[in-house]
């Protein structure tokens, strides 16, 4: 099983849609980027809900809608209500870095404290519809928090839990914590997903290989670099280089087709643009400073089409 990893900003549903349409059967699902309870109440989360009412989200890569937040009367009610609508599943993050969130005890800042983390369970599993699943990193300071919080998580029936082995305080830095990683498969009792830098088929070979008993993998930055990776690994892409670019061509294009669409001020649509365009510039043969000029340009206009000369130019 291959999963899209939540991505605030950029796998939205816009990004699942083009995805799931240019790739079908590449990716099995993903777990939205969180809806968050950031003051203790369900208006935040509620902007975002579109993204994952399933009405919007026919045809598109099935989601699991991911909940980030320490409350647990208005996590009960946001996981039912998402329950009422289809929801089997929802996602718990305790795995986001950010400091402000980290600082409230929310996302992996609630690491350190194992006792917080059995009160919200205690107090929402008796009441939750969905199942539960859970998105963590090692720890907050230490790769060791985890241990202890690995007890707690045995005592209840959590649908899986998704590992990212690096530290809050790491952010995306530094190198993942595979032999902490191996210590924790054997005391958890729950099905498994590894999460973290797998960017290359040999990147996913070797995980496979010293983790056989992992069979279920989460992949967020890779499919930027690379949007034929899913299909590589699942060995269905298209045979040659040629294809592979035209393939990552039309990709390229319908995201950007799609930014264009939408109902947001040319402004927001070039910074949208820039921010894929960072990402997934590493998929194309292009050189650094044809990569870099794109992101000088000043007008969303001539950012696509720079853009759009260059795709011309590697597609001809
Ligand atoms: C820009 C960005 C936004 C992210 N947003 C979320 C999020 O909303 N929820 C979450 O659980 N993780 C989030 N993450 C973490 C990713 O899901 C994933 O754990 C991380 O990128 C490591 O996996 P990768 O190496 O395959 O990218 C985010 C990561 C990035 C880079």
């Given at each position: ?13 816009m990004?699942?849609k083009v ?6 059967g590449?990716?099995d699902?993903s777990?939205?980027?969180?809806l968050?309870l ?21 045809d598109?890569?099935p989601?699991i ?10 996590f ?15 996602n718990?993050?305790?795995g ?6 980290t ?8 690491l350190?404290?194992?006792d917080?983390?059995?009160y ?7 009441h939750?519809?969905?199942r539960l ?5 090692l720890?907050l ?12 998580l045995?005592?209840?029936?959590l649908?899986n839990?998704?590992i ?11 190198q993942?914590d595979?032999?902490t990683?191996?210590?924790v498969?054997?005391l958890?009792?729950?099905p498994?997903?590894?999460n973290?830098d ?5 990147d996913?070979r ?11 993998f989460m ?16 060995g269905s892409?298209?045979?040659t280089?040629d294809?592979?670019l ?5 990709f390229?294009q319908s995201l950007?087709?799609a ?21 997934l510039?590493r998929?194309?043969p292009?050189?650094q400073?044809q ?6 340009a ?15 130019n590697?597609?001809s």
């Amino acid at each position: 099983m291959l999963i899209l990893a939540p991505m605030q900003g950029l796998t939205e549903l816009m990004f699942r849609k083009v995805y799931h349409k240019c790739f079908p059967g590449a990716l099995d699902y993903s777990i939205s980027p969180f809806l968050s309870l950031t003051h203790g109440n369900l208006s935040d989360a509620w902007k975002k809900i579109d993204d994952v009412l399933p009405l919007s989200n026919q045809d598109s890569l099935p989601v699991i809608p991911q909940i980030l937040g320490k409350e647990p009367l208005e996590f009960t009610d946001l996981a039912n209500r998402l329950y009422d609508v289809g929801y089997t599943e929802v996602n718990w993050n305790i795995g986001c870095p950010m400091r402000r969130v980290t600082a409230k005890h929310r996302g992996c800042g609630i690491l350190p404290y194992p006792d917080e983390i059995r009160y919200i369970l205690e107090q929402v599993m008796p009441h939750l519809h969905p199942r539960l699943s859970i998105k963590m990193r090692l720890g907050l300071n230490s790769p060791q928090e985890i241990f202890s919080i690995i007890p707690i998580l045995n005592d209840f029936p959590l649908a899986n839990v998704t590992i990212h082995p690096r530290t809050g305080r790491q952010q995306y830095d530094g190198q993942v914590d595979l032999n902490t990683f191996e210590q924790v498969l054997p005391l958890l009792h729950h099905p498994i997903i590894y999460n973290g830098d797998i960017c290359t088929i040999s990147d996913y070979r070797r995980l496979q290989h010293r983790f056989p008993q992992i069979n279920h993998f989460m992949i967020g930055r890779g499919i930027l670099y690379d949007p034929l990776l899913p299909l590589r690994i699942k060995g269905s892409e298209c045979s040659t280089p040629d294809n592979h670019l035209r393939q990552t061509i039309h990709f390229i294009q319908s995201l950007l087709d799609a930014i264009g669409e939408g109902n947001i001020r040319d402004e927001s649509k070039m910074r949208k643009t820039k921010e894929y365009w960072c990402l997934l510039r590493r998929s194309l043969p292009i050189t650094q400073q044809q990569a870099t000029t794109v992101l000088h340009a000043q007008y969303y206009s001539s950012t696509l089409s720079q853009i759009n000369n260059l795709l011309q130019n590697l597609a001809s």
